[in-house]
């Protein structure tokens, strides 16, 4: 086991990044990521690692660049925010549609108007349909662990795709915290060689990347892509699995937290899984039965897991750090919703909407969400579908 | 190519990579054109320059000579014409080819 050290999560994910030693990098800075590319250029300048450094003019030629190079036959990393993540939009789907297992970090960032540097997940659920893998860490340490696990996901031959690590913007990507490492050796034999699939630079079986693919050929390319997530599916345990067994740490499609046994739960990702867990202690201590579920792949979405580790409950309260307008709801409580309509009886189910731009969720709105799902629990009726949460009226 | 040739997708290549070089041959671009390049004879003078511009490779040359316009994968665009130095070649209507013009 690594000894702790104390890094930011943008520091850690650095270090990731150092271990990981792609083979390009391209990228172009924007709040609150940009400490990522400034810390990797460090190792880069200081031959820390073999990288070729592309800071190119705009995200969307960063990720233009990192297509190439990963259609070339390199290992390819890169990592944005907020804006430079919608800036990439184009570019994401080529990537996945091209099957290129790029992996990015995106610390997420609210998006602008008006303009917002701090932490929510409306960049990373905007590219929810993008035909990348999400993940979500709730902390420094599990961005660093996600990282190294994507890799090797992305990479393997049933997937193929790229993948896309969230963490919160500031909350995670500027707060020290305390978190192991593994060695610089564990992290390149974890990851293994990389073997490109069809390698640009193999001149003696040329490739062509990208050609006009229409009516007779597009729907099945799109199939594939489909499978893809589905076989990703065994892969991301598999590699949890091997993961565990080098740190002692365990990673999962979700994260239960005292659900076994609860009538009501809270479902969250991202950094506020721990100011729940906390809630929950003290409520717990109140005899009110209350869990947590913390999800962190979101792509590919664990439906049938989901209701197996769901079914048991009364009541359900999904939490969103993102709108989607004029929707049924937040994008994580339409689908988790969703996967709950199968089972019969089902547990009620509403949605909060919270810390948009950064917006501190405290103790406070917690313990308010917990008295909503006693309140579904006792009566059997759901006062309030939607609720914005963190917000004045 | 024709509708009983296509495979499902558990049979071809991810990503829409085409992993075969030179497989264009069986893509037929004849299909597109609405002006056909007509060459002289008489006028050609074997420089190859339509043969190096055709965006197709529809120019068929043998021992360093122009032989003909393979008309499966022309798609008339013209280039040829307009790069030929000694006008040899001129666009024709397809609508007046057919008419028998
Ligand atoms: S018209 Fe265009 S495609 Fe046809 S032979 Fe001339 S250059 Fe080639
Ligand atoms: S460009 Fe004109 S002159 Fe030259 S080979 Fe072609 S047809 Fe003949």
């Excluded at chain 1, 083979?23 to 400490?35: K, L, M, Q, R």
């Excluded at chain 1, 750090?321 to 929707?327: E, I, P, Q, T, V």
């Excluded at chain 1, 689908?335 to 917006?359: C, F, K, M, T």
Aim: proline content about 4%; some cysteine; charged content about 20%.
């Amino acid at each position: 086991m690594g000894k702790p050290v104390a890094m930011t999560g943008n520091i850690a994910v650095a270090n990731a990044m150092r271990q990981i030693n792609p083979d390009v990098c391209a990228a172009y800075p924007i709040t609150p990521s940009t400490e990522v590319m400034q810390q990797f250029a460090s190792f880069v300048a200081d031959g820390k690692v073999d990288t070729e450094l592309v800071t190119a003019e705009s995200e969307h030629s960063a990720m233009s660049a990192c297509i190439g190079a990963a259609a070339a036959g390199g290992r390819v990393m890169t990592a944005t925010s907020a804006n430079g993540l919608a800036l990439m939009w184009e570019m994401l789907y080529i990537a996945s549609g091209n099957r290129l297992p790029i992996v990015m970090t995106v610390v997420n960032r609210a998006l602008s108007a008006p303009i917002n540097i701090h932490g929510d997940h409306s960049d990373g659920m905007g590219a929810r349909d993008s035909g990348w893998i999400q993940i979500y860490s709730e902390n420094a340490q599990e961005a660093y662990d996600n990282l190294i696990q994507a890799v090797v996901i992305g990479q393997h031959r049933d997937v193929r795709l790229p993948v896309m690590v969230g963490m919160d913007g500031f909350i995670i990507s500027h707060s020290i915290e305390n978190l192991e490492l593994l060695s610089d050796q564990e992290v390149k034999d974890f990851i293994g060689e990389y073997l490109p699939l069809y390698p640009l630079l193999n001149i003696k079986q040329p490739v062509t990347y990208g050609p006009l693919d229409l009516q007779d050929y597009y729907s099945e390319h799109k199939r594939q892509q489909a499978e893809a997530m589905k076989l990703a599916k065994p892969v991301i345990l598999k590699v949890a699995q091997d993961f565990a067994a080098l740190s002692g740490r365990k990673y999962g499609f979700f994260e239960t937290y005292r659900l076994d046994d609860a009538e009501m739960a809270i479902l969250t990702l991202g950094s506020s899984a721990g100011t729940a867990r906390f809630v929950i202690d003290r409520a717990r201590e109140q005899g009110v039965k209350v869990g947590l579920i913390k999800l962190r792949v979101f792509r590919p979405f664990p439906m049938k897991e989901l209701q197996a580790a769901l079914g048991h409950l009364k009541a359900l309260a999904v939490m969103d750090r993102c709108d989607s307008f004029g929707a049924a709801g937040g994008p994580v409580f339409s689908e988790v919703r969703s996967a709950l309509y199968d089972l019969s009886p089902h547990p009620a189910v509403v949605n909060y909407i919270y810390g948009l731009g950064g917006r501190d969720l405290g103790i406070a709105h917690i313990e308010q969400v917990i008295r909503d799902l006693q309140e579904i629990r006792q009566t059997g009726c759901i006062r309030e579908l939607l609720t914005y949460l963190t917000v004045r009226e | 190519m024709s509708t009983n040739e296509l495979k499902g997708w558990k049979e071809i290549p991810i990503g829409g990579v085409i992993v075969e070089a030179g497989n264009s041959a069986r893509y037929e671009t004849g299909g597109w054109r609405t002006f056909r390049p007509l060459m002289d004879g008489q006028l050609c003078k074997n420089c190859l320059f339509c043969w190096i511009y055709c965006p197709d490779s529809a120019i068929e040359v043998e021992d360093g000579k122009v032989k003909g316009i393979n008309l499966r994968y022309c798609k008339g665009c013209g280039i040829c014409a307009r790069e030929c130095p000694a006008k040899a070649i001129q666009m024709i209507e397809e609508a007046k080819v057919s008419a028998g013009e």
